[in-house]
């Protein structure tokens, strides 16, 4: 027996799985195959059969759809069904880190414990105080709101002063303003000019004249 007790296990169950597969050699120039996985719901006409595709290569890996060979290092059961069509040995894809060699080999050597160079932890001389949320004290009463602040609620931190929309300065408005006494004091006339007392000048049409009635 080349491989361990749990390899030998897993290839037996991959092999008999294999046996329920369709295989269809699909490359021209590579070993390439087409494999149709047996339906595990469906029964009838209207089965739907899962298909994957395998590559054999010649360097002893092998690639299938289902990327089981690329993460265990083993073949899976679409690639043993692609090697019996081919007559190809499916133990060669398996890595030679699962062999018994390799094995043994990893657990040779002495084995030293790591109690006596201490247990690896640091004291921090710092003291952090974390607060426990189920201790919190909240005040009586439902929260008022969740909002997260931002800039917009500068209003509700505190009185905004007033600023003035005819100079751009702070402390009074448009009808307090100090350029209101640099303007002459003569009431504007008719035409909404102070310098002149002349009226308005209205324009008028004919066609946008109203009609009396009778």
């Known amino acids: 027996m080349v491989f361990g007790n749990r390899i030998t296990e897993y290839m037996h169950k991959k092999i008999t799985k294999a046996q ?15 494999v149709a996985c047996k339906d595990r719901s469906r029964r009838g006409v209207r089965r739907e059969r899962v298909l994957q595709e395998c590559l ?6 092998a690639a299938c759809t289902c990327h089981k060979p690329k993460l265990l290092h083993l073949p899976c059961s679409h690639v043993i069904a692609a090697c019996v069509e081919s007559g190809v040995q499916p133990r060669s894809f398996v890595s030679p880190y699962f062999t018994k060699e390799a094995v043994a080999s990893t657990w040779e050597h002495e084995l030293y414990g790591i109690g006596v160079f201490g247990t690896f932890t640091q004291e921090n001389t710092q003291v952090w105080y974390i607060p426990d949320p189920e201790t919190k004290r909240t005040g009586p009463g439902r929260r008022q709101t969740r909002r997260i602040r931002n800039g917009m609620d500068e209003s509700e931190a505190g009185k905004v002063p007033k600023r003035c929309t ?49």
């Open 20 to 34: 329920q597969h369709n295989v269809r050699p699909m490359g021209t120039r590579e070993q390439r195959f087409e």
């Open 56 to 61: 054999l290569r010649e360097d002893g890996t």
């Open 166 to 214: 005819q100079c751009n300065n702070y402390g009074h408005n448009y009808k307090k303003c100090p350029m209101n006494e640099e303007h002459d004091a003569a009431e504007a006339g008719p035409s909404g000019n102070a310098s002149d007392g002349r009226p308005p000048v209205f324009q008028t049409s004919t066609t946008s004249r109203a009609r009396p009635r009778r």
